[in-house]
């Protein structure tokens, strides 16, 4: 099958414990660039959550929101650090002698001492911490299984995406096949034409003698030969047939593709460059717009 480069995922887990959230969105990239957001909790988890993103996505630029809630215990519990209060105590003891100063007069005093609530609001004397965590192997375990549903979720909208491209890429592969069969139809016209333009051209000059026949016919040949399109033709039928065969074996085709509409875009520089008439002009300009479609189309292809 083959997978567009955009899409979306989501998979969620909810008990009357906790619940786990798991959210994905991709576009364009030329490598798999993974971002992830999630709680501080699920660091120690990041090597195991990229292996599995890699296991379903080959390119893209993905961010991954992942969000959790523990309805059973807080999610941070606060810490008195006593050491540093003791600290606090001590330089204003310190301060109070030396400058013969009392206490700051934002504090509340009780028979001259600070109270607590307004030593509690001094930094670092009560601290939040996360919660004790849980067990890493039971954690990982619900947060995988939520992981990989949301991959397989985002894996199927992308293959959506991937067919509807692929049907209109072979779509506009029908269009072309069409153009290059107008052009070969147009090519021994457009060398009969010019034979026939010529020689009316230097007839007069044969007449008198000014030019030898040979010498025209060769002539002829050279030219002939500069606007055939007939190995341009082929070249071109070729990567149509190639591009057919890569979206139908499906699989990672982008690469591959964008390869191949480079070369159809060199083999209509070559034929528009060659053009000897207005309407092999048109028909070259309008396959060189058709592959740019497809080029922009193949740029969604992972």
């Known amino acids: 099958m083959i997978q567009s ?3 979306f995922g989501r998979a969620e887990q909810i008990d009357e414990k906790q619940k786990l959230m798991v959210e994905m969105k991709s576009v364009n990239h030329r490598y798999a660039d993974f971002t992830i957001k999630m709680p501080r909790r699920f660091n120690r988890f990041e090597a195991a959550i990229r292996g599995i993103l890699q296991e379903y996505i080959g390119r893209g630029k993905v961010d991954i929101y992942i969000s959790y809630q523990n309805y059973e215990k807080a999610d941070v519990t606060v810490k008195y650090n006593r050491d540093v209060a003791e600290e606090y105590m001590k330089f204003f003891r310190d301060m109070r002698q030396e400058f013969a100063v009392s206490y700051p007069e934002d504090f509340d005093s009780t028979d001259g001492k600070v109270t607590a609530a307004r030593l509690g609001r001094f930094p670092e004397v009560f601290t939040l911490e996360e919660a004790a965590q849980e067990n ?6 619900e947060l995988e ?3 990989r549903e949301a991959c397989r979720n985002f894996v199927e909208a992308r293959t959506r995406e991937g067919e509807n491209l692929k049907k209109d890429l072979l779509s506009k592969v029908d269009e072309m096949e069409k153009l290059v069969g107008r052009l070969e139809e147009l090519s021994p016209v457009i060398l009969e034409n010019y034979k026939t333009k010529l020689t009316e051209k230097v007839k007069e000059f044969l007449d008198r003698g000014d030019i030898e026949e040979g010498r025209i016919a ?7 030969d500069k606007i055939c399109v007939d190995e341009e033709m082929v070249r071109l ?3 149509i047939r190639q591009t057919r065969e890569i979206l139908t074996a499906g699989g990672a085709v982008g690469r591959k593709l964008d390869f191949i509409v480079q070369e159809m875009n060199r083999e209509a520089n070559t034929t528009l460059s060659k053009a000897g008439t207005g309407e092999v002009t048109d028909i070259g300009i309008e396959l060189k717009t058709l592959i740019e479609k497809i080029r ?7």
Do not use: R, Y
Request: glycine residues 4%; charged residues 30%.
């Open 218 to 224: 060769a002539e002829v040949t050279v030219f002939a």
């Open 5 to 7: 480069m955009t899409g």
């Open 296 to 302: 922009e189309q193949i740029q969604n292809l992972e």
């Open 237 to 239: 039928k070729s990567h």
């Open 136 to 141: 890493d192997d039971e954690l990982f375990a």
């Open 145 to 147: 299984k939520v992981l």
